[in-house]
């Protein structure tokens, strides 16, 4: 690469156009808005969330931007920041060998180390001594340096974090709490693993979090340009931030040990990174790190009300109040469905009896003929006798009877099973018993039920005729209509007889689901109301857009 000039790879950069560079933000006027979320959090006694929005606010307030370095442990990113900030303010090393993150902003030259266990170490100078601090993960969680190096100046703040490759899980929680202050990622890669999964994946989720990314490729001093033209290298990363959806602020291609290799973008990184980090401090940043925060919050409250591997998921009590609904709804709709086949069976057959014309004219007269036939003063031609007189009562008897059988056979008998044949067979209730059982409706008395109807007493006149015959009438419909019911009572015995097996199931289904209803209840209960309560908490911080708009 030592041919390579320098004008060549300055085209190779890619960087963020130098007119979205801006001024940073002030954004104190969003502190009110930080310190309801705070108290919010402490309201849940959610005390992670609560460190962080008080850092967020302490940030804010301080005017701060914060620029978090990440990367393996091998990268150079300690070299990196000691040579942007002109000192040798940390220790580097390629061996893992610190846990905990490397703080420097402008001040006073002294250091604090805080400790495991809450203590604070203050050195006045900054010596060996704080090196051996940074490498002392051990008993140390963060170390703070303050600096009076100019690149300090306007709250420009510098972290440096643990490798992303440590197996220690106390490195990834210090990264990852870093990570959430930081206005600006800056990613310094290995120039011989730049493109692995472990960084690709790292990056890729700090561009899904909303965060701005910067990646370094340092040591590009290993390069042979003879083996591999730098155009194509760089080509190659290019398509793979393409391919994982990586957006970058910026990829500077530089070697930190040595400055005046050919190429070098170390300079111009130097120069734009207070730029980019400058453009990176606005409200709708704060505003997705605010968002971050209630996301977490809410991973969080999740977490917590599911205790034990006894407790119920949201999904799980959602699904089992489901089916008891559904359960109750298929048993109600079954017992409905009974019962509207009882009550519309016993309605149509009511409707028969009740409706059928089966005294008409004719038959009437023929009555009143009968009733004319029993009066004391009945006659049979000039010369009557008593013989004769019985046998005319016999013969006008019989043809009125005959006619009324004719009439309530069609009118109401036969219409009468029909609708129960019909009915039994469209609910499987039909066989021999079910046959049989509509022949009840077989006849309504006959003779003996005609003469029945005869009020003693009565006067056997054309007037009384008129009323015999509306008794008959009503005796022949209240007759079906006591056999219609006792029919109804038999068909919904047998109904519900038949649907038993399956309203027992069911019930035994729901019954068993009934156990853990009440605490489904609550798990979804808690559920909405914890919905509501981030939907809140999110509406907060959408003031903040509001606020932008008005600007």
Not at 82 to 101: D, F, K, Q, Y
Not at 225 to 231: R, T
Request: hydrophobic share 40%.
């Amino acid at each position: 690469m030592r041919n390579m000039d320098q004008a060549r790879c300055e085209r190779m950069v890619r960087r963020v156009p130098t007119d979205v560079m801006t001024e940073k933000q002030d954004l104190t006027r969003l502190l009110p808005i930080v310190h309801r979320l705070r108290a919010s959090f402490a309201a849940r006694k959610d005390e992670q969330r609560v460190e962080r929005s008080e850092l967020m606010a302490q940030k804010w307030m301080n005017r701060q931007v914060v620029l978090a370095f990440a990367g393996h442990f091998s990268a150079g990113k300690s070299t990196l920041i000691n040579t942007l900030l002109g000192r040798e303010l940390l220790p580097s090393s390629p061996l893992p060998t610190s846990a905990n993150v490397v703080r420097m902003e402008f001040g006073y030259p002294h250091a604090e180390a805080f400790t495991a266990s809450g203590e604070v170490i203050t050195l006045t100078n900054l010596s060996e001594e704080v090196a051996n601090l940074c490498r002392d993960g051990e008993h140390i969680d963060e170390v703070r340096i303050y600096s009076d190096t100019s690149y300090l100046q306007d709250g420009y703040v510098l972290i440096d974090t643990p490798g992303v490759d440590s197996t220690d899980p106390r490195h990834a929680e210090h990264t990852q709490k870093i990570l959430y202050l930081a206005n600006l990622v800056v990613y310094v890669a290995d120039y011989n693993h730049v493109l692995s999964d472990m960084n690709l994946t790292f990056m890729r989720s700090q561009t899904d979090s909303g965060k701005q990314l910067v990646l370094v490729v340092n040591q590009i001093d290993k390069h042979n340009d003879f083996e591999l033209p730098f155009e194509e290298f760089v080509a190659g990363i290019e398509q793979a931030l393409a391919q994982w959806r990586i957006h970058c602020q910026g990829v500077y291609y530089v070697s930190a040990l040595d400055h005046d290799f050919p190429g070098n973008q170390l300079e111009l990184l130097q120069n734009d990174l207070p730029k980019l980090s400058r453009a990176a401090q606005t409200v709708v940043q704060a505003q997705s790190d605010l968002l971050t925060l209630i996301h977490e919050h809410d991973a969080w409250l999740s977490q917590t009300h599911t205790t034990s591997e006894e407790e119920m998921s949201v999904q799980v009590a959602d699904e089992l109040l489901s089916s008891y609904t559904k359960l109750s709804d298929q048993i109600e709709q079954e017992q409905m469905r009974i019962k509207q086949q009882i009550e519309e069976f016993s309605k149509q057959l009511t409707a028969i009896p009740a409706q059928a014309i089966i005294m008409p004219y004719d038959t009437t007269e023929l009555a009143v003929a009968y009733i004319e036939s029993l009066s004391e003063h009945f006659r049979v031609g000039f010369f009557t006798t008593a013989a004769k007189v019985a046998a005319e009562r016999e013969r006008r008897l019989e043809n009125f009877v005959k006619d009324l059988t004719v009439r309530v056979e069609a009118g109401i008998t036969l219409h009468l099973q029909q609708v129960g044949m019909q009915t039994a067979r469209d609910t499987g209730l039909l066989n021999d018993y079910a046959a049989n059982r509509f022949s009840v409706f077989h006849t309504f008395g006959g003779v003996e039920f005609v003469q029945s109807c005869v009020a003693d007493g009565a006067r056997r006149d054309r007037d009384y005729g008129y009323q015999f015959a509306k008794r008959v009438e009503e005796a022949i419909r209240d007759g079906f209509l006591g056999r219609v019911r006792e029919v109804t009572e038999r068909f919904a015995a047998e109904l519900q007889a038949q649907a038993r097996p399956l309203l027992e199931e069911l019930l035994v289904r729901r019954a068993q689901l009934e156990q853990k209803r009440q605490q489904a209840s609550a798990v979804v209960a808690i559920a909405r109301e914890q919905e509501q309560w981030i939907n809140s908490l999110r509406a907060l911080v959408k003031s903040a857009e509001e606020m932008e708009g008005l600007e």
